[in-house]
């Protein structure tokens, strides 16, 4: 490791020079209070930004022990801290001039939920956080001077406050923690109570607008029905009450606008834990909740969907199925048996994203197409063996089909924002308005088929299939191209995630890519099966972080996703 001034002085000899003489400053550099890390250089000033990381011991940065002792505290100190440096680099960057990105310094930016990222980790040792600068130039010309300002004049002001304890909110930052400590302990609560979900009075559930996540101001606040209240003492808020939706079949309804899809998408999004401030602080999902919906024109690969699609027209076999373009009601009855093989014990669903031949078929349809013409057996007829059988609960958002109330054992009706139970009420209704008999053929658990295999050039060509051309004796190398949080190319494929409604971050995209790309060079073989690979994946995940999947050195711009994203992503992506 070199000093502080060997960096200085290496910056000076290279002032003026052409821009890849900046190459020769990778490594690792002593600071008074940290070390700094140039881990890889920009092509050009035009180019994608340089990976720059900060490391600082846990002697200088002087935050108590208890706020990094457990797997929680660090993801949710390191969000903590993440927040405060984008603060600060805020204030710096482009303040050092030059051609194109020159001057860049940027950070990720979080949103409303807390995610473990690479962009700052905590270890035993210290507090690494990550980054990206722009080297200054002028045209391709070196400006080392401003360069230079950068690593010793803004970037020690910005570690100073966002790294060390008692330039820090002291009072804040342990709310911060316990906020996230309450926040597991009523995870642990729902597993107890036999609860799924669990939203607290006074939560501020609309949002601001379609496209901001922050909660409306002067909105209604949450208040629980009576019937469904339940108290929690929490370890550090003390008591809190909230309407605790028990396992089983809930349903939600009530008149356009009056907040019925508001709630779901709360009870949806409530698999994290989200910031204080946000309204949603204690809106609490069972963690492998998952949100289902069709998506005409999906991938289908292999998916048992012979629980609902059964006797096609054309005799295809629905217990290994496959298709390249699936029709709504296909794409959801594989959703749905892709989410049980995924873990997941609660399925989230809305009529209004729902194929509506796939969840119910009522009498008078019933009547005219006979049971034995019909190849599709709807969510209606399955939704309670799921329960019974499988112990998937399942929250269901409902406004034309009252046949839905037949099956629910709790009816939340939402009235200008504020959930009235009328299960009673509507078991009354029940009895006046009696469904058909039930004709499903008797459940069986989907069964598992799926070997994940490589994708064959088309025409031979090594290009077609990696997106460059690959010499025989070299290993496989994909390049993944993340477009925002809605997906991702990989090689010559595109990965559509638009409707995985729970990714929520690009940054969990990136890393989705990139456990892809991991996968398809060294753990898909035509032997493992797509559960092996992923349950690999989801086991390192929890040993190592994202660190296992640096080329080298581990970049900003990874999000951790849940299992049940990873399980979707790989789905998604097109295989022989």
């Known amino acids: 490791m070199q000093s502080s001034n060997q960096l200085q002085d290496m910056l000076r000899s ?10 020769s400053l990778k490594g690792a550099y002593q600071f008074k209070k940290y070390v700094l890390s140039i881990d890889h250089v920009q092509g050009d000033p035009f180019a994608s930004p340089s990976h720059v990381s900060v490391k600082i011991f846990h002697r200088e940065a002087g935050f108590p022990a208890e706020y990094y002792k457990d797997k929680l505290t660090r993801i949710t100190l390191a969000d903590y801290l993440t927040r405060r440096f984008e603060q600060q680099v805020n204030r710096y960057t482009f303040r050092a001039k030059g051609s194109g990105k020159s001057g860049l310094i940027s950070v990720t930016r979080c949103g409303q939920e ?38 010793f004049e803004f970037l020690p002001v910005c570690v100073e406050k966002a790294f060390v304890y008692r330039n820090l909110s002291g009072k804040d930052l342990e709310n911060t923690i316990f906020l996230a400590e309450d926040q597991a302990y009523i995870r642990e609560e729902l597993k107890k109570r036999s609860l799924v979900a669990f939203v607290n ?39 809190i009450t909230g309407m605790g939706i028990p396992k089983g079949i809930t349903l939600i309804v009530g008149g356009g606008y009056h907040g019925k899809s508001t709630l779901l998408n709360a009870l949806e999004l409530g698999v994290y834990n989200h910031i204080q401030g946000d309204g949603r602080e204690y809106v609490i999902t069972d963690s492998t909740a998952q949100k289902l919906r069709s998506e005409d024109g999906r991938f289908v690969k292999d998916v048992d969907i012979s629980l609902f699609i059964n006797d096609l027209p054309n005799k295809k076999d629905t217990t290994c199925f496959s298709t390249e373009d699936a029709s709504g009601s296909t794409s959801q009855a594989a959703g749905i048996v892709e989410g049980i093989e995924a873990g997941s014990k609660v399925f989230l669903l809305d009529e209004d994203t729902s194929a509506t031949n796939f969840m119910v078929r009522d009498a008078f349809m019933q009547h005219v197409i006979s049971w034995e013409k019909e190849p599709i057996t709807p969510f209606l007829e399955r939704a309670r063996d799921l329960y019974e059988k499988e112990e998937i609960s399942t929250i ?73 051309f690959r010499a025989q004796d070299k290993p496989e190398r994909l390049k993944v191209k993340v477009h925002g949080r809605d997906g991702f190319s990989i090689g010559k494929q595109e990965v559509d995630l638009r409707y995985v409604e729970q990714l ?19 753990l898909i073989d035509g032997k493992r099966t797509l559960p092996e690979i992923v349950e690999l994946l989801c086991c390192k995940l929890e040993k190592e972080g994202l660190s296992f999947l640096s080329e080298g050195y581990t970049s900003c711009g990874y999000a951790v996703p849940r299992r049940q994203e990873v399980y979707a992503c790989f789905n998604r992506y097109r295989r022989p």
């Open 114 to 151: 807390v995610l473990e990222r690479t962009a700052c980790e905590i270890t035993e040792q210290g507090i690494t956080v990550r980054f990206f600068v722009g080297f200054p130039a002028n045209g391709r010309t070196i400006n080392a001077g401003e360069l230079e300002k950068i690593f």
């Open 504 to 522: 929520i971050d690009s940054e969990q995209t990136g890393a989705l890519g990139a456990l892809l790309k991991y996968a398809v060079e060294k």
């Open 396 to 468: 269901l958002v409902a406004g034309s089909s009252g046949a839905f109330f037949h099956i629910a054992d709790i009816v939340i009706q939402m009235d200008n924002y504020m959930p009235v139970d009328i299960t009673e009420k509507v078991r009354e209704l029940c009895r006046d308005y009696p469904l058909d008999e039930n004709t499903a053929a008797g459940f069986k658990a989907p069964q598992s088929h799926r070997i994940m295999s490589k994708n064959t050039p088309l025409n031979g060509s090594k290009k077609d299939y990696y997106g460059h």
């Open 14 to 23: 290279i002032n003026r020079k052409s821009y890849p003489a900046y190459k």
């Open 201 to 239: 009075d006074g939560a501020i559930l609309p949002r601001e607008s379609g496209i901001s996540s922050k909660p409306m101001k002067g909105s209604v606040t949450f208040s629980s029905p009576e019937s469904l209240r339940v108290t929690m003492a929490l370890p550090h808020k003390g008591k």
